[in-house]
């Protein structure tokens, strides 16, 4: 998480968000706690259906998903992730700069 914070703290100022959804079934009940005593800013929806983690396909997690500004999954995966390597970074900034549509 903390990765994921950073990169949250990182993209932010380009308009792109960075989000990590809770598919924690205790929901806010634990999530919170978590996200307080780990001072995380970053926005944590819950989703302990998962109706949304169901929808992009999430199976197990880590699991990422880049969705663009139509609202389109442009592309996902488990596993660890470098949100702030430099070959992220450029294909951030590709799907950033392409007209919503």
């Not at 259906?49 to 442009?74: F, H, N």
């Not at 070959?87 to 951030?92: E, G, I, L, Q, T």
């Amino acid at each position: 998480m903390p990765s994921v914070q950073r990169a949250h703290d990182e993209y932010k100022k380009t308009g792109v968000a960075v989000l990590a959804i809770s598919i924690d079934g205790d929901g806010a009940k634990s999530v919170k706690p978590f996200i307080a005593e780990h001072k995380y800013t970053l926005p944590t929806p819950l989703d302990p259906e998962m109706g949304v983690a169901r929808a992009v396909g999430v199976r197990v997690t880590p699991w990422t998903v880049i969705v663009d500004r139509s609202g389109a999954v442009v592309a996902g995966g488990y596993g660890k992730i470098d949100l702030l390597s430099p070959a992220f970074r450029n294909y951030v900034k590709a799907i950033a700069a392409r007209p919503p549509g």
